[in-house]
């Protein structure tokens, strides 16, 4: 089989869903930390586009965008499916990727509230809020996982409400993921950690929370 | 695919999500109903079936509604396998496709979006983010068409030619009533060429708006867009 290469950063959710899929089918694969203030040449070569983690280099090829990097090994590597067999369940479950994709990225309200403070981040509270009802309502509904039974590529891509949540609440000093409000979330959160492949790929939760800390330090000194 | 597959689409004729898969629909010949709605006065249908973004493209395949235009691709590809297959088996060449796809319609579009919808000093630095991309998509098309821009054949057309058709078919009147250049021959000649051939394609050429129509339109968003900013 050809090489598989990871290019990551410990602390990207991002890199942990490529890394989620390649241990859940039992994919081998060589993991290349990247300093993000420091690129290698090898990144940026293989990522001139964006410049950013994660990179999955397979046999030489790099393929860029995690989600992007997930249907890869989903198609390459077809043992423990991912995705569902049915074209239109199939659909459904890239509709809520995309959704994940699109609402806890950078720019979500989930990052800004971190980043913010005062009336912007009453404001982003709220919509982080809105957000996680339409997920709780619409994209879990009674199913234990996403992929229902069993890990799908839906609960991958949801990795922030997994466990990065969980240090922007603790660091800022508000629950969002409040098990009353969201019942079903919070009881999701709790399966998945419990799968062993997950509770074994995450990292350091001592190390997130310097990590966290520090970040919200630098941010909150720099407004 | 059973010959009573009910297919609908719920579209607006100015969004190029769902040119995309309007066009999709007529080149794998699937026979479908469309129903245009007005953006203000969203159908009580539409909001049922998309109960979360409420936008449209909206494909109701036997009563199932799907949405978002390039899964709504992946499925009609992966459904309807007569006519041309818009996405390789390939996984390498796949992953490449939805990564350029993903560009055009998020970092291509949304910067244009901000060209159009701005003037003044907002809009010099909208066009020169817009012109980045721009020069991003043009470095790759030498990628794509090593030997420079062929014909380009309604039998034989891609999933990236689709949405660049798509998303930038309505340049020129754009162009002229902005008074400023979108696609330039000069800066991106590749991306000139290829778009010039795209829209020969008999199906997008049949499609396009008439000239008022889409500066109309555009006159409409800016209202409403610099209304809005400057309240």
Do not use: R
């Given at each position: 089989m050809a090489e598989v290469k990871l290019h990551g950063r410990w602390s990207s959710p991002y890199v942990y869903r490529v890394i989620w899929a390649l241990k859940l089918k039992g994919i081998p694969y060589e993991y290349i930390e990247e300093d993000l203030f420091n690129k290698g040449p090898l990144l940026l070569q293989y990522n001139p586009v964006h410049k950013k983690v994660?990179?999955?280099?397979?046999?030489?090829?790099?393929?860029?965008?995690?989600m992007i990097i997930v249907e890869y090994i989903e198609q390459t590597w077809p043992q423990n499916p991912l995705l569902p067999n049915n074209p239109y369940e199939r659909a459904m479950a890239r509709f809520w990727v995309k959704f994940a994709d699109d609402n806890t990225d950078k720019d979500s309200p989930f990052w800004l509230l971190f980043r913010s403070s005062g009336e912007k981040q009453e404001k982003a509270i709220k919509e982080s809020l809105e957000i996680l009802k339409v997920v709780e309502e619409h994209g879990l509904g009674e199913k234990k996982f996403f992929g229902g039974d069993k890990i799908g590529i839906v609960d991958i891509a949801f990795v922030e409400f997994a466990y990065w949540l969980g240090f922007i609440e603790e660091i800022v000093g508000v629950k969002l993921l409040d098990a009353h409000a969201f019942p079903r979330l919070h009881a999701w959160q709790k399966n998945l950690k419990e799968v062993p492949v997950i509770k074994e790929n995450l990292p350091d939760h001592g190390e997130m929370l310097v990590y966290f800390k520090w970040r919200r330090e630098m941010l909150m000194a720099s407004q | 695919m059973a010959e009573e597959t009910k297919v609908r689409l719920h579209g607006m004729w100015a969004s190029p999500f769902v040119r995309l898969v309007k066009l999709t629909l007529e080149i794998k010949d699937i026979q479908s109903e469309y129903v245009e709605e007005d953006l203000e006065n969203r159908s009580l249908v539409l909001l049922n079936y998309n109960p979360i973004h409420k936008k449209v493209p909206v494909l109701v395949v036997?009563?199932?509604?799907?949405?978002?235009?390039?899964?709504?691709?992946?499925?009609i590809d992966e459904t309807w396998r007569n006519g041309p297959r818009f996405l390789p088996e390939d996984p390498y060449k796949k992953a490449q496709l939805r990564f350029?796809?993903?560009?055009?319609?998020?970092?291509?579009?949304?910067?244009?979006?901000?060209v159009l919808t701005s003037d003044g000093e907002e809009q010099e630095k909208a066009a020169k983010e817009f012109f980045e991309r721009l020069s991003t998509l043009e470095e790759e098309i030498k990628?794509?068409?090593?030997?420079?821009?062929?014909?380009?054949d309604q039998k034989n057309v891609g999933l990236l030619d689709l949405v660049v058709v798509t998303t930038l078919s309505h340049y020129k009147a754009q162009e002229?009533?902005?008074?400023?250049?979108?696609?330039?021959?000069?800066?991106?000649?590749?991306?000139?060429?290829?778009?010039t051939a795209?829209?020969?394609?008999?199906?997008?050429?049949?499609?396009?708006?008439?000239?008022?129509?889409?500066?109309?339109?555009?006159?409409?968003?800016r209202q409403e867009t610099l209304k809005s900013t400057s309240a």
């Open positions: 994660p990179v999955l280099v397979h046999g030489g090829k790099p393929i860029c965008e995690s | 036997n009563g199932k509604p799907l949405v978002e235009s390039l899964i709504i691709l992946e499925y350029w796809c993903s560009f055009v319609h998020k970092q291509v579009f949304e910067t244009m979006m901000s990628n794509i068409f090593p030997e420079g821009i062929q014909v380009i002229e009533y902005l008074g400023l250049k979108l696609i330039d021959p000069e800066m991106t000649p590749l991306l000139f060429s290829w778009l795209l829209l020969e394609l008999p199906l997008v050429k049949e499609a396009l708006p008439h000239h008022e129509k889409v500066v109309g339109f555009l006159k409409y968003l």
